[in-house]
């Protein structure tokens, strides 16, 4: 009897140890680093954005411990469910094709349309048919794609953006604050001439079907941020405020 009860009292030590260590596990959040104001490298090589800050404050109010791991976009989701990560923070929009590989966070940016806008040189000469530069994997390509447009898909929106000042392109169909981004750091030679909005899910975060305790931790700190207002505090800073550098 006494055998058995030490027995027990050994299994429930491991079990505790065991659980101490997985509580420790530092949780790796996937994201871009090519998407200002969402995620973006800064010219001192850290890296910021209004998802990494929101990143941050769930980690913290979870009680968790994580790391930020950078990743290609075209490849985003596919290292997310091969174990590369565990939850991608990219300023990703909810659609069903993803949906269909991915389960998402509560929503915590937008949703019913996308800000987007039309960027092109200023110098350029309108086409009738412009070639349209977006980057690929993204509900912009899937707009311009879905409306008719010839578009040129590019691995990111800096790449679509050089293709327009190298003449590869007429012009960018992509997110508002981005391209405002840009169209700023151009001094004047690529210009904004349309923005409107465009049929998207909310912003959102994704994991692997089966990790349900790490989704729902993150959905109550994304909940708890949006009762306090932490979450329009963070909205301010990065996309009313230009908080790019």
Not at 180 to 197: D, L, M, P, Q, S
């Amino acid at each position: 009897m006494i055998g058995r009860f030490l027995l027990v009292l050994l299994a429930l030590g491991l079990f505790g140890a065991l659980s101490t260590r997985a509580m420790a596990q530092t949780v790796r959040i996937g994201t871009e680093g090519k998407f200002p104001p969402f995620t973006y490298v800064d010219r001192a090589g850290e890296l910021r954005g209004f998802d990494i800050d929101l990143g941050r404050e769930i980690c913290r109010r979870a009680a968790l411990k994580c790391a930020f791991v950078l990743n290609d976009w075209n490849s985003i989701l596919d290292n997310l469910l091969a174990g590369k990560y565990d939850v991608v923070m990219a300023g990703m929009a909810i659609t069903k094709a993803r949906s269909e590989r991915v389960a998402f966070s509560v929503g915590y940016d937008g949703g019913g349309k996308t800000a987007t806008a039309v960027l092109i040189r200023s110098d350029g000469a309108t086409a009738d048919w412009p070639v349209v530069a977006v980057q690929e994997k993204t509900v912009h390509a899937d707009w311009v794609r879905n409306n008719g447009y010839r578009a040129h898909g590019f691995p990111t929106l800096v790449a679509a953006v050089e293709a327009v000042w190298q003449g590869k392109a007429d012009q960018v169909i992509g997110p508002l604050a981005f391209l405002e981004g840009a169209a700023r750091a151009g001094g004047g030679k690529i210009e904004i001439t349309e923005t409107f909005g465009i049929p998207a899910g909310a912003t959102a975060a994704a994991f692997r079907p089966e990790d349900n305790d790490l989704r729902r931790q993150w959905d109550a700190a994304i909940q708890a941020m949006q009762d306090d207002g932490e979450l329009d505090r963070l909205r301010q800073i990065w996309f009313d405020s230009g908080g790019t550098d």
